[in-house]
């Protein structure tokens, strides 16, 4: 496992977990919002772990990228997005997060939630759909990245 293409890329495994936990999540059914922790299904629960999961990972994902795309002279221009898209998934969470532990009376982002929650996976999933596009473009032109181990090999 010493060449380049026989050795898993870490940056393609990242986007497999991703991929795998928002997929698997959906099956399970959440539970509703006000639902106390220790009441939850076992449904809720899986949906809860596959997606503190994935959103977990999103953002790291777009740091770990952002990192490669900065030594790549292809891939330069898409650093600041990537970056950007990181930020945004991050202070989207963040919120999220506040939402959830402030009790519902007293906090003014409970009811923003969800919208706070499609801002994290609308900018993820559009970050990946540039990244794919970009990627194909690279591929169709038959350009070689120039930073070492970036990005992952197509074939």
Same mark, same amino acid.
């Given at each position: 496992?010493?060449?380049?293409?026989?050795?898993?890329?870490?940056?393609?495994?990242?986007?497999?977990?991703?991929?795998? &936990?928002?997929?698997?999540?959906?099956?399970?059914?959440?539970?509703?919002?006000?639902?106390?922790?220790?009441?939850?299904?076992?449904?809720?629960?899986?949906?809860?772990?596959?997606? &503190?999961?994935?959103?977990?990972?999103?953002?790291?994902?777009?740091?770990?990228?952002?990192?490669?795309?900065?030594?790549?002279?292809?891939?330069?221009?898409?650093?600041?997005?990537?970056?950007?898209?990181?930020?945004?998934?991050? &202070?989207?969470?963040?919120?999220?997060?506040?939402?959830?532990?402030?009790?519902?009376?007293?906090?003014?982002?409970?009811?923003?939630?969800?919208?706070?929650?499609?801002?994290?996976?609308?900018?993820?999933?559009?970050?990946?759909? &540039?990244?794919?596009?970009?990627?194909?473009?690279?591929?169709?032109?038959?350009?070689?990245?120039?930073?070492?181990?970036?990005?992952?090999?197509?074939?």
């Amino acid at each position: 496992m010493n060449s380049r293409k026989e050795r898993p890329q870490r940056p393609t495994i990242l986007l497999t977990v991703i991929g795998f &936990a928002m997929l698997a999540s959906g099956p399970f059914v959440m539970d509703p919002a006000s639902t106390p922790r220790d009441q939850w299904s076992w449904h809720g629960t899986v949906h809860q772990l596959l997606g &503190a999961i994935g959103f977990t990972l999103m953002p790291v994902s777009c740091f770990v990228f952002w990192r490669r795309f900065r030594k790549d002279t292809l891939w330069r221009t898409f650093a600041g997005w990537t970056l950007a898209a990181g930020v945004i998934i991050v &202070a989207a969470i963040v919120l999220m997060k506040i939402g959830q532990i402030e009790p519902v009376a007293t906090n003014s982002i409970s009811p923003w939630i969800g919208l706070l929650q499609r801002l994290a996976l609308i900018t993820y999933f559009a970050w990946i759909v &540039a990244f794919a596009w970009r990627l194909g473009l690279l591929h169709e032109a038959n350009v070689t990245p120039t930073a070492p181990g970036f990005p992952p090999s197509l074939e």
